[in-house]
DNA sequence: GTGGTCTAGACCACT
DNA sequence: GTGGTCTAGACCACC
């Protein structure tokens, strides 16, 4: 299977951040299976037309993530996606980021409402442009 | 006016982001209006069972921030809350955040929904917890 | 590359402004580069002989306005350097500082020469310092 | 004698700033004398049609600091202009001003001479205003 | 190992 | 009295 990468669009992310979402948003979706290839450092980067540092940063963190496997001298597979949380400890994770997000969101003025808006339009967004991404192009 | 500073309950925060937090909807929610006197720092710290350094550390980040005033052997006072971002700046500040918190949301295996409604519900809790704490408790 | 931390001299600023102050004028002179790892608040505070709260409160501040990185349990950091303000922006926060400058300046009953004289002064001052630390000594 | 007080040009200080400015200026140039009676809170906020409370805060800042006086029913007046502080005491409160200025300028990214030429200009742009607002308007 | 938070207590400077 | 800085030492979480 596998999936379409694409960057440019989608917001003023950069663009490593772009990729590592659409590497995790496919394995989330199934479109990346357990143990599937990913494309190599340098065709990725030749294939966006982006520096090869960029995708291999995006790559490394997902290995940091444990998301992503790489096989020295094979290439960067799917991980095996074990659950590495307990319940409470994704609790706390999620906890500690929606804090912080919700901390600057209100330090820049937005009553309630309008954070609720705005992370349900962002997901909205982000779904209809990976839609996009994986029914447009299918060869490279 | 002024609000009762209240810590421990609602969630894994460390003291000082609560305490900042509680200043930042104080001030939003007009129970702190601009020019006004923050309790001292010892004497916050006294009545809150906490250290003092950790107030002042609160406190220290609001004046960077231009959130608050501190006026050297005079106390802290509440800033002119002068806009301090236009309102692209505003936007931008805001999409980063998101983005950080949605992307470890994701990470974590929450779908759109889930995403959603731990908002929603972070959110009226904090509401919540914030009206408790104005109503309750007058006294230490 | 790095740079050789050094606190004490130049002036009466607390310890951490020199710190803080030394990682900003070390990464604008090119001593300190992108994704550079700084040295661990730990080691840095026993060079220094100095308490590693005090290391901490530097590298803080500057992780909060964006120049620095830190990650949990790998160390701090120099981060992208992003253009982090329009240019309009970097105006109105540099005369902000100037003025309140120049006003205090003139408060204390300095007229226009004595000003610019202070501030070149100062200016090359600052600038010997580094330098001199910078060559001097390679060990602690 | 007394001075012209005048808002609007002069950059993007706040009015009460623009006030406390003129003051001072005025003081140190000799327009204002010593004893001398200022324009009461009133008729100086009707003069300049802005609100009271914005002379109200220049006056009371500059009360503070010793340069005003202010007596019950009859008004403000310019202070004896004792020497407050010591010579070295003026240094010490000069250095503190001047290097919370260029830490500012220079984590904007300015280097030296962008910084004494900052200095120097915004001395000469004050000087120029100030000679103009002296010297045109002198009635309300 | 790393950084993050907190306590306890000290001294300084400003008012 | 006020805030600001620093030390010493503790515990936690992440890697």
Redesign the pocket.
């Known amino acids: 299977m596998g999936i379409e990468f694409q960057i440019g669009v989608g917001g003023n992310l950069p663009i490593y951040r772009q990729l590592i979402d659409q590497v995790r948003y496919g394995i989330a979706s199934g479109s990346l299976e357990i143990g599937e290839k990913l494309p190599s450092v340098r065709s990725l980067s030749e294939q966006l037309v982006v520096n090869h540092n960029t995708v291999a940063k995006a790559y490394n963190e997902l290995v ?1 993530e444990g998301v992503l496997e790489s096989r020295h001298g094979k290439g960067v597979f799917v991980g095996p996606q074990r659950e590495r949380y307990t319940k409470a ?1 994704k609790n ?2 999620l906890s500690a980021s929606l804090d912080a997000f919700l901390s600057e969101a209100r330090s820049l003025g937005l009553d309630d409402k309008q954070i609720t808006t705005a992370v349900s339009e962002r997901l909205s967004q982000l779904k209809k442009e990976f839609a996009e991404q994986q029914t447009g192009q299918n060869k490279t």
């Open positions: 940091r400890e706390r994770r």
